[in-house]
T-cell receptor
Framework: QQQVKQSPQSLIVQKGGISIINCAYE??????FPWYQQFPGKGPALLIAIRPDVSEKKEGRFTISFNKSAKQFSLHIMDSQPGDSATYFCAASKRAGGYQKVTFGIGTKLQVIP | EADIYQTPRYLVIGTGKKITLECSQTMGHDKMYWYQQDPGMELHLIHY???????EKGDLSSESTVSRIRTEHFPLTLESARPSHTSQYLCASSKENTEAFFGQGTRLTVV
């Protein structure tokens, strides 16, 4: 059972367009929602993250929108560039004992075409 | 750039062999993790450690074992590799309640 549902699994966007990736979660105990970007042959790297007391967070061309009541959050990439082509993972985490337990979505493979 | 290193990057090995995947971090993080990632799939936590001499099983059952004798080192061992162990293994570390930093991964193929 997927605790974090991510869609779409693949996305093709024209250069300059907006890329939108959606995630939904069930467990209200999650208190931190990071997005990771992974290029082929590399490990995931933190892109941007949000806590549930904030509805939106923007860093450059990347924006997270968070809807606590709907238990949904999304990543928007404005002015998408070919260099943004990568796999994006949403995640949700909560305290579990002495560590922050992170649950990942299935990933979205983004391709930005010129 | 996060200072967490995994070796080897790629490993092809025969069935029945014992293997150890190395992971080291120079950030002084107490918490370290091993994730397994199959192509096109999400990351699944297989092991984690709170600190030296602490290791716990993750969400996904794994026949591998880990040890944490030093803060900076968190190796993963498979006593007898099988084709079903073919996957990418990602090591990560974090400070208290902060994001995880990932290594580049080890892509393991068991033939």
């Amino acid at each position: 059972q997927q605790q974090v549902k991510q869609s779409p699994q693949s996305l093709i966007v024209q250069k300059g367009g907006i890329s939108i990736i959606n995630c939904a979660y069930e467990n209200t105990a999650f208190d931190y929602f990071p997005w990771y970007q992974q290029f082929p042959g590399k490990g995931p790297a933190l892109l941007i993250a949000i806590r549930p007391d904030v509805s939106e967070k923007k860093e450059g061309r990347f924006t997270i929108s968070f809807n606590k009541s709907a238990k949904q959050f999304s990543l928007h990439i404005m002015d998408s560039q070919p260099g943004d082509s990568a796999t994006y993972f949403c995640a949700a985490s909560k305290r579990a004992g002495g560590y922050q337990k992170v649950t990942f979505g299935i990933g979205t493979k983004l391709q930005v075409i010129p | 750039e996060a200072d967490i290193y995994q070796t080897p990057r790629y490993l092809v090995i025969g069935t029945g062999k014992k293997i150890t995947l190395e992971c080291s971090q120079t950030m002084g993080h107490d918490k370290m993790y091993w994730y397994q990632q199959d192509p096109g799939m999400e990351l699944h936590l297989i092991h984690y450690s709170y600190g030296v001499n602490s290791t716990e099983k993750g969400d996904l059952s794994s026949e591998s074992t880990v040890s944490r004798i030093r803060t900076e080192h968190f190796p993963l061992t498979l006593e007898s590799a099988r084709p079903s162990h073919t996957s990418q293994y990602l090591c990560a570390s974090s400070k208290e309640n902060t994001e995880a930093f990932f290594g580049q991964g080890t892509r393991l193929t068991v033939v």
